[in-house]
């Protein structure tokens, strides 16, 4: 049972547009989204996150939107640079545990 | 250190054997968790320790997977017996206590069965 989807394997977006990510999960009890970046040999590195009671979150070039009604969340990154070409993971968890469940990812292709 | 290490970053062993990897976390960090990332998929949970205490084991594939966290601090997995299918890269993180605490990993240990 997956719980956390991430349905686009891959994307490849234009060096300054905007890229967007997206993330959807079934369980309702989850209250806390989080967002990581992988590059190639090395573990998955922290961006964002963002609280249930709250619907969107900013942090320089990265904003997370959270849906709580369509279970959905997305990541933001305006404007792309080729150095944001990784795999993005978004994650969650109910406050009531600790343990986080990942996403399957997205390869994000940036193209100067 | 600074960061969350692990080692070996690559192992190479011959199915049968046996394997540990290692995992020194982030100093303070009370949360220590293993995850593993099979080629193409996503970050598997397997383990998670509070302090020297696994209140939840419930993400190990099978009983030859086995965890232990000492001093609070430093974790080995083993795996006994190896099998093909155990071919994963291997992921440490540390957190300071849950909830909503962000994870911080490491650069993991590639494990090849051959």
């Known amino acids: 049972d997956q719980q956390v989807k991430q349905n686009s394997p891959s994307l490849s977006v234009q060096e300054g547009r905007i890229s967007i990510l997206n993330c959807d999960y079934t369980n309702s009890m989850f209250d806390y989204f989080l967002w990581y970046k992988k590059y190639p040999a090395e573990g998955p590195t922290f961006l964002i996150s963002i609280s249930s009671i709250k619907d969107k979150n900013e942090d320089g070039r990265f904003t997370v939107f959270l849906n709580k009604s369509a279970k959905h969340l997305s990541l933001h990154i305006v404007p792309s640079q080729p150095g944001d070409s990784a795999v993005y993971f978004c994650a969650a968890s109910n406050s009531g545990t600790y343990k986080y469940i990942f996403g399957t990812g997205t390869r994000l292709k940036v193209l100067a | 250190g600074a960061g969350v290490s692990q080692s070996p970053s690559n192992k190479v062993t011959e199915k049968g054997k046996d394997v540990e990897l290692r995992c020194d976390p982030i100093s303070g960090h009370t949360a220590l968790y293993w995850y593993r990332q099979s080629l193409g998929q996503g970050l598997e949970f397997l383990i998670y320790?509070?302090?020297?205490?696994?209140?939840?084991k419930s993400g190990l594939p099978s009983d030859r997977f086995s965890a232990e966290r000492t001093g609070g601090s430093v974790s080995t997995l083993t795996i006994q017996r190896t099998q093909q299918e155990d071919s994963a890269v291997y992921l440490c993180?540390?957190?300071?206590?849950?909830?909503?605490?962000?994870?911080?990993f490491g650069s993991g240990t590639q494990l090849s069965v051959l």
């Open positions: 993180a540390s957190s300071l206590a849950p909830p909503n605490e962000k994870l911080f």
């Open positions: 320790f509070q302090g020297n205490s696994a209140p939840d």
